[in-house]
T-cell receptor
Framework: DAGVIQSPRHEVTEMGQEVTLRCKPI?????LFWYRQTMMRGLELLIY????????DSGMPEDRFSAKMPNASFSTLKIQPSEPRDSAVYFC????????????FGQGTRLTVV | AQKVTQAQTEISVVEKEDVTLDCVYE???????LFWYKQPPSGELVFLIR??????QNEISGRYSWNFQKSTSSFNFTITASQVVDSAVYFC????????????FGSGTQLTVLP
């Protein structure tokens, strides 16, 4: 089975531009997570979906961040407008709690805002 | 609130040495899960193992072994006869049982295995 697929792998954008990160979870997984990894804060949860519904978005840093999951096989994380402090690696992960609580991660998107 | 502490920021060993990565956690839940993930230099996060709080049996998988001790809230990871390919950042994580399955990660331990 294919793992979690994220795109793009790398993104460089100018401050103020809109950035959209994409994620395709593992087929059959009904939980999806967006995490951000930085040197200062480590790995932190941004938002969590269950059956396409956002359950906990308390980790979303500001209104500039938004996430959607229009169907079971696709999710986006959007930053508008982007700022240099948003530079980080963004991971998407999915899990199927009925099979086990472990989350499987995509390869991440390295975002650089200049 | 949950918390995971990995006190060892960096560890360096010579190939074939054994190495133990420490993980201490805090949770108010009586039922929870513990995990180890590996992040090699290529950057992806690779799931290694999950333990349930009600199962304190230690586990061995090849050169990897895990020691879970509920009494000391620790879930340590030992690599026996380390290899250069083991060089990575290793993360310990915790999740509570229930509808919210998000992971709380430790800060990670950078393991460098020298040839």
């Amino acid at each position: 089975d294919a793992g979690v697929i994220q795109s793009p792998r790398h993104e460089v954008t100018e401050m103020g531009q809109e950035v959209t990160l994409r994620c395709k979870p593992i087929s059959g997984h009904n939980s999806l997570f967006w995490y951000r990894q930085t040197m200062m804060r480590g790995l932190e949860l941004l938002i969590y979906f269950n059956n396409n519904v956002p359950i906990d978005d308390s980790g979303m840093p500001e209104d500039r961040f938004s996430a959607k999951m229009p169907n079971a096989s696709f999710s986006t994380l959007k930053i508008q407008p982007s700022e240099p402090r948003d530079s980080a690696v963004y991971f998407c992960a999915s899990s199927q709690p009925t099979r086990g609580p472990e989350a499987f991660f995509g390869q991440g998107t390295r975002l650089t805002v200049v | 609130a949950q918390k995971v502490t990995q006190a060892q920021t960096e560890i360096s060993v010579v190939e074939k040495e054994d190495v133990t990565l420490d993980c201490v956690y805090e949770t108010r839940d009586t039922t929870y899960y513990l995990f180890w993930y590996k992040q090699p230099p290529s950057g992806e996060l690779v799931f290694l193992i999950r333990r349930n709080s009600f199962d304190e049996q230690n586990e061995i998988s090849g050169r990897y072994s895990w020691n879970f001790q509920k009494s000391t809230s620790s879930f340590n990871f030992t690599i026996t006869a380390s290899q250069v390919v083991d060089s990575a950042v290793y993360f310990c994580a915790l999740s509570e049982v229930g509808s919210a399955r998000q992971l709380t990660f430790g800060s990670g331990t950078q393991l460098t295995v020298l040839p």
